[in-house]
């Protein structure tokens, strides 16, 4: 029997606030344990919360972007669970009424891309059934032989949980589909996207079914997913388990269950962490939300361009094949700095292909990023015009690139410290090589000969000459025309 996998991904995204949803508390990453937190995110006795109206509106943008309606009224309710990094016993989350629902994100998908060969193009449309708000809890650390440790400083830290139909139907879709809406989000200045620090996390939710059929199969639930290659391998995992589970004449239990990053494996969670009755009311201690009409207005007319669009409009205006759009998009610092070299290069294509070389090769070994770049968008771009105007050949410009990396200087002015530019000069060559054939008669004449090898040779004699700066390509066609006369 041929099987389908159904998949839907509940993401959780910390949003970039300066203090807490629910305090006044920094949301700094890294601060000592337990040094940024107040009466109200530790839950007190007495303390009252304040909801961050930044938070809200950061929300209600991205439900805006992911085509939701928006609840101009939406409640904040208590969930309830006792767990030692909860010190209030409840977390403050949305249920009824969340700020936004009915959505939708439409997305191009590359089948079977490699770099340089585009594979076949697809658009994955994939249904959202909500946005909420709602606060983080803390950490708690345990060690081998020690006592369990909790850290509060992520507790009230905003995040946004989204919640997609079950529209996924393999773990590459629903990573390419995660990667997707992190750019969206970082392109919104939402959320730095980080999964490594956990600011955004993915639940993955899959089950199988006969090919065919309509309704759902019993689904498990996948947590500890922090990056898209173990989204991806753990939903194979899981699928391919779950299809054992069923051929094998056994039922799929409905369960949660964690991906062993080492034995690359999912197994179950003691299913007493999951036997949960939250009892969701509205938290009294909050009113409502409400968002303007006039408000949420401003927000849909201040928003940007979406890294879809922005995709779309690199292939039509610079001449990008689908899968290079996708990669000149990756993050929005990526996507301005491409559009700025495109713009003083005139070649798009080899913009592209010096970004994701050189640039960001000598980037990621100093562990910089791209907006701390030595070297300058139109600076890059200079360089690419040098190169293909014939001022400084192909390993010129790599000499060049590494010295604008070194000092911050402009292509130009290294060019001319350096006097390394190319001689283009026909009449200049001109003379060298017939120079050099002049000194060479012998060589001349075996040349003439048949020993047509020789050409190498006389190229090294001009290249030797003029210190390496003649047009290569020039002088091959003069000593051709040289030579055959
Ligand atoms: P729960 O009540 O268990 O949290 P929800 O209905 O809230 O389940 O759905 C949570 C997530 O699980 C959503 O992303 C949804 O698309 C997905 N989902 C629900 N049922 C299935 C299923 N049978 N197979 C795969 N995914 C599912
Ligand atoms: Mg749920
Ligand atoms: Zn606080």
């Known amino acids: 029997m041929q099987y ?28 000592p344990p337990n040094s940024q937190t107040c009466p109200v995110c530790l839950g007190l006795p007495g303390s009252l919360p304040v909801v961050n109206v930044q938070a809200v509106e950061m929300a209600a943008r991205a439900g805006l972007a992911l085509e939701c309606r928006i609840n101009r009224r939406s409640l904040l309710a208590r969930k309830n669970y006792f767990y030692p990094d909860l010190p209030k016993g409840y977390q403050i989350s949305q249920f ?33 059934i909500r946005v909420h708000l709602e606060e983080d809890a803390g950490k708690s650390i345990h060690a081998a032989r020690q006592d369990t440790q909790v850290n509060l400083n992520r507790c009230g830290v905003p995040l946004m949980e989204i919640v997609t139909h079950p529209d996924l139907r393999s773990g590459k879709e629903a990573s390419e589909f995660l990667d997707y809406l992190r750019r969206v989000l970082l392109f919104l200045s939402l959320c ?37 290659r173990f989204l991806n391998k753990a939903l194979d995992y899981e699928i391919r388990r779950q299809i054992r589970v069923l051929e094998s004449g ?36 909050l009113l409502p939300v409400v968002i303007s009409a006039e408000r949420l207005d401003e927000i849909r007319n201040q928003m940007p361009e979406l890294p879809g669009d922005r995709a ?28 700025a070299s495109a713009k003083s290069a ?17 980037l990621r070994r100093d562990g910089r990023g791209l907006e701390d770049s030595p070297v300058k968008a139109a600076d890059l771009g200079e360089l690419i015009r040098l190169l293909d105007e014939g001022t400084i050949s192909g390993k010129m410009a790599k000499g060049v690139f590494d010295r604008m990396y070194e000092t911050g200087k402009p292509p130009g002015k290294i060019v001319r410290e350096q006097n390394l530019a190319q001689i283009s000069d026909r009449s200049e060559l001109e003379s060298v ?18 020993k047509r090898g020789l050409l190498g040779f006389f190229v090294g004699q001009v290249m030797r000459q003029t210190r390496g700066q003649a047009n290569p390509k020039m002088v091959n066609q003069l000593l051709r025309r040289m030579l055959d006369r």
């Open 4 to 31: 389908e996998p159904v998949i839907g991904l509940e993401v959780h995204a910390q949003l970039r606030t300066r203090s807490k949803v629910f305090c006044g508390c920094s949301t700094r990453f890294g601060a």
């Open 96 to 128: 009824e009424e969340p700020l936004a629902v009915d959505g939708r994100v439409r997305l191009l998908t590359l089948d079977g891309r490699t770099r340089g060969k585009p594979g076949t193009l697809r658009e994955l449309s994939v249904g959202i």
């Open 192 to 228: 730095d996207g980080n999964m490594e620090e956990g600011s955004l996390r993915c639940d993955a939710n899959v089950s199988v079914r006969p090919r065919g059929e309509t309704s759902l199969g019993t689904k498990t639930e996948i947590k500890n997913l922090n990056s898209f």
């Open 250 to 285: 056994r039922e799929v239990v409905q369960e949660t269950r964690l991906w062993e990053e080492d034995l690359e494996v999912t197994r179950p969670m003691r299913s007493k962490e999951e036997a949960h009755d939250y009892r969701y009311f509205p938290d009294p201690d």
């Open 312 to 339: 779309r409009r690199f292939g039509s205006q610079y001449g990008l094949d689908p899968g290079d759009a996708l990669v000149a998009t990756r993050t929005p610092e990526f996507a301005e700095y491409f559009e």
């Open 346 to 362: 005139g070649n798009p294509k080899s913009v592209l292909n010096w970004m994701v070389g050189d640039v960001t090769h000598r």
């Open 433 to 450: 090589v017939s120079g050099i054939l002049e000194s060479h008669a012998d060589a001349v004449e075996r040349y003439r000969n048949g």
